[in-house]
């Protein structure tokens, strides 16, 4: 499997990305292009292109809404728990001050540059970016979607 890093550690569902996605974006270009085009049918072509519309909206938001939520409470636990197994106590104070673009980016980090990064996003309030950025030993999570 390929190293993990900054500038791929993006993943990409193909089915989704790079079939249904682009189809339904052609629908609703020929469906736009059809309402001008024929005059005739217009009623209709707008009609398509509504539906066409609504059908890449709500495949853009289900599709990620419910699995990112849980990977999202999966990404806090994780870090409670690695905060506890590094620092021997609860990480409430630290998972307070912190936003979750910041404690996702942690997880990126092994344990020696977990400590300093935390430091730099809690005194020094690093972005998410900045963190993924800075680490110099990255930690691959392959399992995200």
Do not use: C, T
């Not at 998972?95 to 005194?123: G, S, T, V």
């Amino acid at each position: 499997m390929e190293s993990q890093n900054y500038k791929n550690h993006r993943k990409f569902y193909p089915p989704h990305h790079f079939i249904y996605l682009p189809l339904l974006i052609v629908l609703e270009v020929f469906g736009i292009w059809k309402i001008f085009n024929d005059e005739q049918n217009q009623l209709i072509w707008i009609l398509f292109s509504i539906v066409i519309f609504l059908l890449l909206y709500l495949s853009i938001m289900v599709r990620q809404h419910y699995a990112l939520g849980l990977q999202n409470r999966l990404v806090r636990l994780e870090f409670k728990q690695r905060y506890f197994e590094i620092f021997g106590q609860r990480s409430d104070e630290a998972e307070e001050k912190l936003r979750f673009d910041q404690i996702a980016a942690l997880r990126f980090a092994y344990d020696d540059e977990f400590k300093e990064l935390l430091y730099k996003a809690l005194h020094e309030d690093i972005s998410g970016n900045e963190i993924k950025k800075s680490i110099k030993n990255w930690r691959s999570d392959h399992q995200r979607i």
